[in-house]
């Protein structure tokens, strides 16, 4: 299995916490990113990464920060959480700009915002 | 209008039984086309990957790209019960690769 861990896998968080969820590689991939999904929806990428200290946004951006200030670690922050944001996040590492066989995904994160 | 299309199910066939799953899409862009296979409660794993048009097989699986009708297919042939999942089509565009638009996947169930 390629190296990259999701924590927390679970968790239940009130409305208008914060939260932060973390992606951590040991690929030593340039890209990574995070995706969320939801019934009816498939995967839609939040925000990504293509280095240490850039990112950019994604399809669904509003209400979510991140930040990587090593190249192994990417977090994404919930800055106040909504029932909107219970979802399964998801994040994926990839070698190259294209998500091709050298890209692969983490177990996910089942959030539930009460 | 959603850019890629994708019929959820849930479909079920016998063991054995040669399955089709499709996607359509609008944005005339998309270069790169994925096929993901999510098990329950896991992440979606890469299936099979096609650069523009044409056919890639791989084992009991092969993946068909239309440009001009802005479809691809999925085939399994010989379906075994470990097939069960939900297969996602994803694609994107040449300048950005990383930013894939999914379909919503279809539940596939193979039943002994």
């Not at chain 1, 922050?77 to 998801?90: D, I, N, P």
């Not at chain 2, 790169?32 to 099979?48: A, C, N, T, V």
């Not at chain 2, 694609?91 to 919503?104: A, C, R, V």
């Amino acid at each position: 299995d390629a190296g990259i861990t999701q924590s927390p896998r679970h968790k239940v968080t009130e409305t208008g916490t914060p939260v932060t969820l973390r992606c951590h590689q040991t690929e030593n991939h340039r890209y990574m990113y995070w995706y969320r999904q939801d019934p009816g929806h498939g995967l839609r990428l939040i925000h990504y990464s293509y280095g240490v200290k850039d990112t950019d946004k994604g399809e669904v951006s509003d209400g979510y920060s991140v930040s990587r200030s090593k190249t192994e670690d990417f977090l994404l922050t919930l800055e106040s959480a909504t029932s909107s944001q219970t979802s399964v996040y998801f994040c994926a590492i990839s070698e190259t700009e294209v998500m091709n066989t050298e890209a692969f995904f983490g177990q996910g994160t089942r959030l539930t915002v009460v | 209008q959603k850019e890629v299309e994708q019929d959820p199910g849930p479909l079920s066939v016998p063991e054995g039984a040669i399955v089709s799953l499709n996607c359509t899409y609008s944005n005339s862009a998309f270069q790169y086309f994925m096929w993901y296979r999510q098990y329950s409660r896991k992440g979606p794993e890469l299936l099979m990957y096609t650069y523009s048009s044409g056919n890639k097989e791989d084992g009991r699986f092969t993946a068909q790209v239309d440009k001009s009708s802005k479809y691809i297919s999925l085939f399994i042939r010989d379906s075994q019960p470990s097939d069960s999942a939900t297969y996602l089509c994803a694609m994107s565009t040449y300048n950005q690769g990383g930013k894939l638009i999914f379909g919503q996947g279809t539940e596939l169930s193979v039943k002994p």
